[in-house]
Structures are given as structure tokens and as C-alpha cells.
């Protein structure tokens, strides 16, 4: 019903920057929420940023001040600003989405991951 779909991942020297973008797709009623999860080998996926659907931006603290999220509602976007990338950065990059198909029916999307390695 609702598909999305990440670009933007690599590889990048430390200190080093990349943006990531996701675009959402399908039957989307509404958009609740709009971010990005991480989840590197062998740990929990855990949040990197989230943008609400009234402007609150939710970021991880170990990325505070060096990653910025954005969203444009009009096409369904959201992307990620990653500055001075460091090695502890290197993870696998999900988009999520909280999206409603219906009045009623509302469920979190995932997805398929973009790569992002930082070397030092």
C-alpha cells in the first residue's frame, strides 16, 4: 500500500557529508511522522531523527548538532543532512514513515535501507 524508497547512501572519509532522501509512495491518506532509523551489525536499530507532521524534530543526541532532517509534505519527502560523518555513523539507514491509508487505518512503514560507511 505504501511504499518507500531511500537514495543517497555511500561511502565517505570522516568529516565527511551525506544527504539521504526518501521518497513515500501508495495509497497515503495522511503522514503522521517521517524519519530515519539506523541499525548497524549485530546492534538495535535505534532513531535517528524524526520529523512530525506538526514540525517537531526529534533527533538522536549523538547526532544533534551534526545531522538535519526536512521534510516537504507536498511530495511526500523527507531527507537527512549528515555533517561531520564519523566512523560510529557507519550503519545501515532506514526510512520510516507513520502513515494513515484510511480514516482508521494507520501503520508504520519501512524502507529497504541504504548503506552509509564512514572511514577514517
Known amino acids: 500500500q505504501v511504499r518507500l524508497v531511500e537514495s543517497g547512501g555511500g561511502s565517505v572519509q570522516v568529516w565527511g557529508s551525506l544527504r539521504l532522501s526518501c521518497v513515500a509512495s501508495?495509497?497515503?491518506?495522511?503522514?503522521?511522522?517521517m524519519g530515519w532509523y539506523r541499525q548497524a551489525p549485530g546492534e538495535l536499530r535505534e532513531l535517528v531523527a524524526i520529523v512530525h507532521s506538526d514540525g517537531r524534530l526529534t533527533y538522536a543526541d549523538s547526532v544533534k548538532g551534526r545531522f538535519a532532517i526536512s521534510r516537504d509534505p507536498a511530495k511526500n519527502t523527507v531527507s537527512l543532512q549528515m555533517d561531520s560523518l564519523k566512523p560510529e555513523d557507519t550503519s545501515d539507514y532506514c526510512c520510516?514513515?507513520?502513515?494513515?491509508?484510511?480514516?482508521?487505518?494507520?501503520?508504520?512503514?519501512w524502507g529497504q535501507g541504504t548503506q552509509v560507511t564512514i572511514s577514517s
Open positions: 501508495g495509497s497515503i491518506f495522511a503522514t503522521y511522522a
Open positions: 520510516y514513515a507513520r502513515v494513515a491509508t484510511s480514516h482508521s487505518d494507520i501503520n508504520k512503514y
